[in-house]
């Protein structure tokens, strides 16, 4: 993979930064966890400090190809200025005569933002044309290409993987520290013990399949659990439920059985009559949850089983809340998982958190960047890592 130092002197060049600005906001739009942003500063800095004009580009959720204001990138530009303590000023378009007007303002060694990339059709068409089109007009604006965004480098999108056939390229230090970490998790350290959460168990599949080639214990909990309790014969009541892939995860048992690899689930759920907060919930068996309550949480026996095997481990990879941890009722679940890994890693272990809701959750239980030995920015790509897929915006910056 290249990387900045390939890119030589950049003093006075114009460097196109992808980023991953993704951040949660609240309905006032005040970003509620900043991690991306501060995940993207030390890359930005080394480019400021080399003299390079920046410009950083980012997408903010799903608009659909069209400017929306409450998608602005306008709440990560001000913590980014915030951050680096300089303006960062944004531009009112991405390619259009904003833009250009803002990058042609940039002195050496200081930094300017594009809004949101998602504006424009080009940037996630299905079409390589269109993308291809978007690509050339993102490139007309720089000298050379800076992928950082890790988060979205499993994307085939223009400003991940097009524009980096158009310029000079490199990862940036965000890249490369996630890929060294992913690379290590093929190579554990035993036992390696895999944490899996989340809604939905389809998109885990590729990954489950690939994990019990590689990791000695899966603890599983989240919304996905009910399935496999569901693979077991259990009633699950109203839980979440993809009962069109009850037979794959029977699959997956059986093979886990004939590895010798250990699925670990819960014991006992908490289960409540309503998806709310003030919802009546109680503790029950895992195989004996209501006819009428759905499971939002693993329970405090189940949560101590799984801290006890994350406590045996040397590495630990951490993908999913165990539970609906937004609501108070729900959240000790992912708390105790959260704490078990912050034990392991004072004790020793290598300790990786992955992903976007896991990263909240984390955050939002009071926990510190510094208490994991690493979290990272991209749940999606690192998923797609693991299972063993080519990530787009990783290939293209391989030569
Ligand atoms: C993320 O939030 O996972 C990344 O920023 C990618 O966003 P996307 O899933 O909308 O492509
Ligand atoms: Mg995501």
């Given amino acids: ?30 970003i509620t966890d900043d991690g991306r942003v501060r995940a993207s500063v030390p890359t930005i800095q080394r480019l400021t400090q080399a003299g390079a004009r920046v410009i950083v580009c980012a997408h903010l959720g799903r608009p659909k190809g069209a400017p929306e204001a409450r998608y602005s990138l306008a709440p990560a530009a001000q913590r980014l200025s915030e951050l680096l303590g300089v303006p960062v000023p944004l531009a009112q378009d991405t390619v259009g005569p904003s833009a250009h007007a803002t990058v042609d303002a940039l002195g050496d060694g200081e930094v300017a933002m594009l809004e949101n990339l998602r504006f424009n059709p080009g940037e996630t068409a299905k079409d390589a044309a269109a993308r291809a089109e978007f690509a050339d007009q993102l490139a007309s604006l720089a000298d050379v290409f800076v992928s950082d965004g890790f988060g979205v480098v499993h994307r085939e999108q223009a400003s991940v ?8 390229q490199a990862a940036g230090g965000l890249v490369e520290q996630e890929v060294a970490v992913l690379q290590r998790l093929t190579r554990p350290a035993r ?27 899966l603890l599983i909990g989240g919304g996905m ?25 029977k699959g997956y ?27 009546a919930h109680d503790l029950v068996a895992a195989d ?6 759905m499971g939002l949480d693993i329970g405090p026996e189940s949560a101590k089983l799984f801290a006890r095997r994350i406590a045996g481990a040397k590495t630990v990879f951490w993908n999913g809340p165990m539970g609906a941890f937004e609501m108070a009722p729900y959240a000790a679940g992912t708390q105790t998982v959260a704490q078990a890994l912050v034990d392991a890693t004072s004790a020793g272990a290598f300790t990786v958190v992955g992903g ?6 984390v955050r939002q239980g009071g926990f510190d960047d510094d208490d ?4 990272s920015t991209g749940g999606g790509a690192s998923l797609e890592y693991l299972e063993g897929k080519t990530l787009p915006g990783l290939a293209v910056l391989e030569d």
Avoid: C, W
């Fill in 288 to 293: 004996a949850i209501p006819a009428d309550r």
């Fill in 253 to 279: 048992l059986a093979d886990a059985e004939n590895r010798g690899v250990d699925i670990v689930l819960p014991v006992d759920v908490v289960a409540a009559d309503a998806f709310s907060a003030d919802a």
């Fill in 161 to 168: 993987y097009d524009v980096a056939e158009r310029l000079p």
């Fill in 372 to 375: 994991f030995s690493h979290i």
């Fill in 191 to 217: 036992p390696y013990a895999v944490v899996l959460g989340g809604a939905k168990v389809s998109d885990k599949l590729g990954v489950i399949e690939n994990l019990l080639q590689h990791a000695d214990m």
């Fill in 225 to 249: 659990v009910f399935t496999f309790l569901a693979a077991q014969g259990h009633e699950v009541g109203t839980s979440l439920l993809e009962k069109d892939q009850i037979d794959r995860v």
């Fill in 1 to 30: 993979m290249r990387t900045i130092k390939d890119l030589g002197d950049l003093r006075g060049k114009k460097v196109l930064l992808r980023s991953d600005l993704n951040v949660p906001l609240d309905k006032d739009g005040a």
């Fill in 356 to 361: 976007g809701d896991s990263a909240a959750a």
